[in-house]
Structures are given as C-alpha cells and as structure tokens.
C-alpha cells in the first residue's frame, strides 16, 4: 500500500505539513514505538501522545534547522520516541515517589505530635503547682484577671509571671 521513500523526501513532507507523508510515517513507524512503550509499562494512550509528541519534536527541528541526522530517519524518530517515553517514566516515578512520601508523612506527624506532646508534659511537670494551675485555667480559655481573681492573686499581672 505505501512504498518505500527517502529520509529526504519524508523530511521535506513533514516540512510541507503533507498529510501522505505523516500516513506514511503513521504506517511505518508507529508500531516500532508502540511495542517499545507497552514494553516499558506504558499503555496505548502513551503510545498516541508519545507518537504525537516525537511528530511535533520532528517537525520543529526540520523547522528551524536543528535536525542533525546521524542514522536513518526511522532510528532518529524512535530515538526521539523514546526519549520522550523515559522522560514521562521519570515523571511518573517522582509523582509515585511523592505520594509515597505523602502517605508515609501522616504517620511522621503523628509521631512528632507525640513526640512534642510528651516534651511538654515533662516541662509541665515540672513547673510549680500554681504555675500549673495559671497555664490549665488559660488553657481552659481564662483571661488572666479571671485567672487573677479565681487564683485570689493581687491583680492579673501576677497571672502573666
């Protein structure tokens, strides 16, 4: 159905935006890609963006003149492919790490929350008797003159020592 063409002649197709020769690179190329990405945990909506993406990547360094063809142009292409492919597992491994990270982060505050908790109960305890009972009616939503007055201490200013 599609017959063989020059790297050149697909090159200036791509150029020219010609639809023949993105069918062409469609029926020739894709499933190269396909059998790379479903290999490497990807599924065939990675396929079609993977193989959007490398046709984009291609056209715009026909465009402005970074094209540096070292290989045939189905190797360049699955090069590009899968370049892009690797970045997006790189991607998808840090946003897995962070979850991880973000699931694993609860249990390190409620460590720290226990952890702060015991640290001023110890404090606490140590303090004097009335100085505890200042900190529990503040604690308890007391202002100091209510404090003052239930403490029978001369004014709030006491309260606040």
């Avoid at 008797?129 to 403490?151: F, H, R, T, W």
Wanted: glycine share 4%; net charge negative.
């Amino acid at each position: 159905m599609f017959k063989k063409i020059s790297d050149k002649s697909i090159i200036e197709g791509i150029r020219n935006q010609d639809d023949t020769t993105l069918n062409w690179l469609y029926n020739n190329y894709y499933n190269t890609v396909s059998k790379h990405i479903l290999k490497n945990n990807g599924v065939s909506d990675d396929v079609s963006d993977v193989f959007q993406d490398t046709i984009i990547v291609l056209y715009n360094q026909i465009t402005d003149g970074t094209l540096n063809l070292t290989s045939d142009l189905k190797g360049y292409f699955f090069g590009i492919a899968r370049n892009i492919w690797n970045t997006q597992l790189r991607k998808k491994r840090k946003t897995v790490e962070l979850e991880l990270d973000l699931l694993q982060e609860p249990e390190i505050e409620e460590d720290n929350d226990r952890m702060y908790e015991r640290i001023v109960n110890r404090a606490f305890q140590k303090l004097k008797p009335d100085s505890q009972a200042v900190l529990n009616l503040y604690y308890e939503g007391c202002s100091y003159d209510e404090i003052a007055v239930k403490m029978n201490l001369k004014n709030e200013g006491y309260a606040r020592r």
